[in-house]
């Protein structure tokens, strides 16, 4: 029975009762070590390095047992990583690769080889890495890319502090891009040293085995904790970290306040070639490192590990807070986004190669801003919340790198390289094309529930992230819990917001832009409906009625513009209004005229923000019962009594009226929404757009 270790730098997980069920399973085992290893970002980033083991198996044609390699495919994350997710190969036929290889300048070619010693055909696709693991003898590797060895990795005096540490029970192998060359010289260092227990490949990261799943953790975890040790016990004593601060961090309310501002024109720069999502943190990591003196050199520096840069570009964008805080700061923001085109452009052309790709997105993925904290944008949320991981951990290799020696990026031809490698780029030619609201994203008022709800859901599913509200707390914080069990984190934001209420309107906006960049798509779909004759309407009912849906919509309107401008994308208003914005029915003066009013206001709008090409456009739905809170009130009892029928015949009843006997569902008000608002009515404004099932009375033209 194994106990427990005791570690400082590391998370020791394992658990002996589940890997004792996983005992007969040497795959199932490894599998198990892998998601352990993925589960603590100070070992691996998310993506990074990779795990094998090599186990015996049955030979479908002949019947016999044959040795089986399990490795992470091509892509995949070892935090997640399920049997899918790997590939597996003849251990005999990838080491009869070494017949076939010619040499460094044909290292390319071996990855179509790779397919010729597939186990399942069918598995995952083999990365560039397979030969680092398959060519060893070992039958468990992790392959791993710990902030602590990658600084070590990263030093100037790397090989030396290795010896200091582990002295021979470690080797070292200079910066080489990944493939067949590298795992050829891999199993010739451990041909050589019979003894290690491991490999620091410089610039990159570490290769731990053991002959049992458990023991390559443990091994990993100890060589980790070690580096980790010797670090920390050093931080300080050649040098203050990051030569000392040059300034001190705003306060949190002021730093989120100044990012909330700063974020949709970062945004609108960032996005010259698609449209991006943003993502800031101000983790504590990141304001040491921005606010330091060595801030402006380590960064001109660049990354070092290949995953790195891969999400991060070679290096960052480093703002300064003085010209920020002047009258000319979007002047500025331009000419900083212009300049760093400029040099990645350079780069570019210094670097490149007769059958390089062309050249990518020149715009920054990666910005500093000392006091505040650092932005990264990307395709996608997820892409761009991973990016400022990937930095956290190059701005954590810096740190452990510079107090035991001096930092040293990756040379500027070997970066390019990687960010150019034409494998890479088959890889982002295999990407899904992207959805119609990828990139986009939408704030929909009164988003916990009804027709709401049903928007945000349709337009997460077309690609876009959302910030969904209510007024209601509880009814918020289940849509919470709902969108995150079937969407994730990084699909969606929260915030209470009550449209009558200035504050919350701008809080919920300042959500939109630290959580995603900014917004797109604005939808006002909050509401009420009081329905009672006109004796009984009261001044409070009249009161209620046009805040919430005539000031409401103008005041987030306002708002959502403000937000537009910034980015400078364009944009999409959309307005829920209702069938009874353009008929005349009993009971019903307050609520019909406030619809009106809405309907009036939107046509307003349209002409008044074509100019900057944000798009203004209205749905009327029509008895909508599903799901929503007016008819779970007395506006149902009114209307029941209006049309002399019982609450529960109301669907029917409505139905009945339509030119297409149908029933109207939150779901088809949603696809109205999308058809406005995914690229193809890009050139209509000022529409309105009758869901009612056909109410000829409602009929605009």
């Not at 083991?53 to 995949?76: A, D, H, R």
């Not at 395709?379 to 954590?396: H, L, M, P, S």
């Not at 449209?499 to 798509?521: E, P, S, Y």
């Amino acid at each position: 029975m194994n106990t427990t270790q005791a570690f400082n730098y590391v998370s020791y997980l394992w658990d002996d009762t589940k890997a004792a069920e996983l005992a007969d399973d040497e795959v199932a085992l490894f599998i198990y070590r892998s998601n352990l290893l993925g589960a603590d970002l100070r070992l691996t980033n998310y993506a990074g390095g990779n795990t094998s083991v090599k186990v015996m198996e049955t030979n479908p044609v002949s019947g016999e047992p044959v040795e089986v390699m399990w490795v992470k495919g091509s892509g995949g994350d070892i935090g997640t990583l399920t049997k899918k997710g790997c590939a597996n190969l003849y251990v005999e036929r990838l080491q009869a690769l070494k017949k076939r290889y010619r040499g460094l300048e044909f290292e390319d070619e071996m990855v179509e080889l790779f397919n010729h010693t597939l186990f399942d055909p069918k598995c995952a696709a083999p990365s560039i890495d397979t030969p680092l693991h398959g060519l060893l003898p070992f039958k468990h590797i992790d392959h791993l890319h710990p902030d602590a060895l990658i600084a070590i990795a990263a030093s100037k005096d790397g090989e030396a502090i290795m010896h200091e540490i582990w002295g021979d029970q470690m080797a070292w192998l200079p910066w080489q891009r990944p493939g067949f060359d590298l795992g050829l010289k891999l199993e010739e260092t451990v041909r050589a040293n019979p003894n290690l227990r491991g490999v620091i490949l410089g610039g990159h990261g570490l290769f731990t085995w053991g002959d049992t799943s458990y023991e390559s953790y443990m091994n990993t975890l100890e060589v980790i904790e070690q580096a980790s040790e010797y670090l920390n016990a050093n931080f300080g004593k050649k040098r203050p970290v990051f030569g000392g601060p040059a300034g001190q961090s705003l306060d949190v309310q002021s730093r989120h306040k100044q990012a909330a501002a700063l974020m949709p024109t970062l945004r609108g720069l960032a996005s010259g070639h698609r449209q991006m999502i943003g993502h800031f943190t101000d983790d504590e990591r990141v304001l040491e490192f921005v606010n330091s003196n060595d801030l402006p050199r380590l960064a001109r520096l660049g990354t070092s590990c290949p995953d790195h840069f891969l999400r991060t570009k070679i290096r960052p964008l480093v703002l300064d807070p003085a010209q920020l805080a002047g009258e000319d700061s979007v002047a500025y923001l331009e000419k900083a986004f212009a300049d760093y085109r400029v040099d990645y452009t350079a780069y570019y052309e210094r670097s490149k190669h007769p059958n390089s790709p062309a050249i990518r997105d020149p715009n920054p993925v990666v910005l500093l801003l000392p006091g505040v904290g650092m932005f990264t944008f990307a395709k996608d949320k997820q892409t761009a919340r991973v990016a400022a991981e990937f930095y956290t951990n190059a701005i954590n290799v810096m740190k452990g790198a510079e107090a035991v020696s001096d930092y040293v990026g990756l040379p500027e031809q070997e970066a390019f390289d990687i960010e150019y490698w034409l494998l890479e780029e088959a890889k982002l030619q295999r990407m899904p094309k992207p959805k119609p609201l990828s990139g986009k994203i939408a704030l929909i008022t009164g988003s916990a529930g009804g027709i709401g709800k049903a928007i945000a859901k349709k337009f997460l599913a077309e690609g876009a992230v959302v910030v969904i509200n209510d007024n209601d707390a509880d009814r918020l914080a289940g849509a919470k819990e709902e969108f995150q069990n079937e969407y994730g984190k990084d699909a969606y934001a929260s915030a209470l917001l009550d449209v009558t209420k200035a504050d919350t309107i701008n809080t919920a906006f300042d959500v939109a832009a630290l959580a995603f960049g900014g917004v797109d798509i604005a939808v006002n779909c909050a509401g009420l409906s009081i329905s009672k004759p006109i004796e009984d309407h009261t001044e409070k009912d009249w009161d209620l009625l046009y805040d919430v849906l005539v000031k409401g919509q103008f005041f987030v309107t306002q708002k959502a513009v403000e937000i537009m401008r910034k980015q400078k994308l364009g944009g999409d208003i959309l307005n829920i209004a209702s069938k009874n914005g353009l008929v005349s029915g009993p009971n019903n003066a307050g609520y019909g005229s406030a619809k009106a009013a809405q309907l009036h206001l939107s046509r307003l709008n349209a002409a008044e923000l074509g100019k900057d090409h944000i798009r203004v456009n209205v749905v009327n739905p029509d008895a909508v019962i599903s799901d929503s809170k007016i008819w779970a009130g007395a506006w149902a009892e009114g209307r029941a009594k209006a049309y002399g029928v019982t609450v529960a015949e109301l669907p029917a009843y409505y139905a009945r009226r339509t030119l297409l006997n149908e029933i109207i569902l939150p779901d088809d008000i949603a696809n109205a929404c999308l058809a406005f608002v995914n690229g193809l009515l890009s050139k209509s404004t000022g529409n309105v757009l009758n869901v009612d099932g056909g109410v000829a009375m409602a009929f605009v033209r």
